[in-house]
Each structure stands twice: as structure tokens, then as C-alpha cells.
């Protein structure tokens, strides 16, 4: 199997823990820059978006949560869950932490190409902001423990508060959470997300020397 990823990418970020925790194997790293329409990606995934997951059988995976639904469904990890469907907290949990990372990662991609006074863009730093609000008062009133599964929501909701802490530094640090600092610090995925890190990505690692490395203190 081939992921296509990117170092910068909390899609991709997700999906890389998601195969790690999961001990997929055989896999390989596929790094590619989305933006200049790279012909293997585009091969794989005609949107030419990442992360996308060739299978040995050449079928093409392609948004973050399927392939990451995909990866736990095949290799049924102890350390990774899927969200219970029926449990109002972990879809509750999974579809803000899904939408926090699409809004901050949009919000960042419109810088490209419009001015930082655009509606569209200051539309979402708002929401950005209002969302860091309600989940430290939603931490306040049901404690972290209610965010601490090891399940796929969790997951999410961790890249995301990441990516936000790493694009949106200002955005972050305005609302000032202490308890959003200590989800980060206690949630179940801090070690793999910590190997996986933005430093250790932009160095493009193999997969297979990560998943060895992992391997030995887990």
C-alpha cells in the first residue's frame, strides 16, 4: 500500500497515526506537494487532493476518515477505536474536531490567494475562536475524562487543536485555555503524535523506520 501525504497537512498527519497505531504493514510514505497537481497523485486521486491510499489491489482511498475508518476496520487496533455511532459524545466530538481542522486548514489556504481582510477568512477565524471557547467550557463542565477515549474522535480533536496551535498561533493563545493545554498533555495519542510531529514530518521520514521505531516502546 502507498499513502500520498504531505508534511504540513493534519489530514494527512491523522491518517500517518492512524496507520502507526493501527501497525499497518506493508506501507509506504508517497510524499507529494498537492498543490503543484503532481501526475501520481492526480493518477490515484483525480480531486488531486491528500491523503490518498493506494491499495495493493491499485483501489484508491481518499478522505482523511475513510481511509482512517478503513485502517481500524482492517487491523482492529487495541490502541485506536472507532467512534461509537450511536454515542452522542463521540459524534459530537468527532464532527467538531472533523470541522475545527477543515475550517483551520481553509482559512489558511485562502491566505494564498486573497487578501487577509476577506470576509471569508476572518469568517473563519471567528469560528475557530468561538469553537476553542465552547470546548473549554465544555471540558469545564463534563471534566477532560469525557475526551479521553482512545477512539478516532479523540484522535481528530487532538490533530486539530495541534494544527490550530500551529497555524493559528494568535487564534490559539487569544483564548487562552488551560484546559485544552491539558487535553493535549493527557489525551491517549500524545506519544504517536509527538513522533509524528510538524519537526519530524518536514524531514519526510520512511514509514516503515517509524513503525519499527514505534514498535519498540509500545
Not at 42 to 63: H, M, Q, R, Y
Not at 119 to 130: D, H, P
Request: aromatic letters at 8%.
Amino acid at each position: 500500500m502507498q499513502l500520498y501525504l504531505n508534511e504540513t497537512s493534519p489530514f494527512s498527519r491523522v491518517v500517518a497515526a492512524t496507520a502507526l497505531l493501527s501497525r499497518c504493514s506493508p506501507l509506504s510514505f508517497v510524499w507529494v506537494d498537492p498543490w503543484s497537481s503532481p501526475a501520481n497523485l492526480k493518477s490515484v486521486n483525480p480531486f488531486c487532493l491528500i491523503p490518498a491510499l493506494e491499495l495493493d489491489d491499485g483501489t484508491a482511498l481518499t478522505e482523511s476518515l475513510c481511509i482512517c475508518q478503513y485502517l481500524i476496520e482492517t487491523y482492529q487496533p487495541q490502541t485506536l477505536r472507532q467512534v461509537m455511532l450511536n454515542s452522542a459524545n463521540d459524534m459530537h466530538t468527532l464532527g467538531t474536531a472533523k470541522t475545527l481542522m477543515e475550517i483551520a486548514f481553509r482559512t489558511v489556504a485562502l491566505t494564498r490567494y486573497a487578501d487577509s481582510d476577506n470576509a471569508l477568512i476572518q469568517r473563519g477565524q471567528e469560528g475557530i475562536v468561538a469553537a476553542l471557547e465552547r470546548l473549554d467550557q465544555e471540558i469545564k463542565e463534563q471534566g477532560l475524562e469525557s475526551l479521553l477515549s482512545n477512539n478516532l474522535a479523540t484522535l481528530y480533536l487532538h490533530v486539530a487543536l495541534d494544527y490550530v496551535q500551529f497555524r493559528h498561533t494568535e487564534l490559539f493563545d487569544e483564548v487562552n485555555s488551560c484546559t485544552i493545554i491539558d487535553f493535549l498533555h493527557l489525551s491517549p495519542f500524545a506519544d504517536v503524535l509527538t513522533r509524528i510531529n510538524i519537526e519530524s514530518l518536514a524531514n519526510k521520514p520512511d514509514y516503515e523506520t517509524l513503525l519499527d521505531s514505534f514498535g519498540l516502546d509500545t
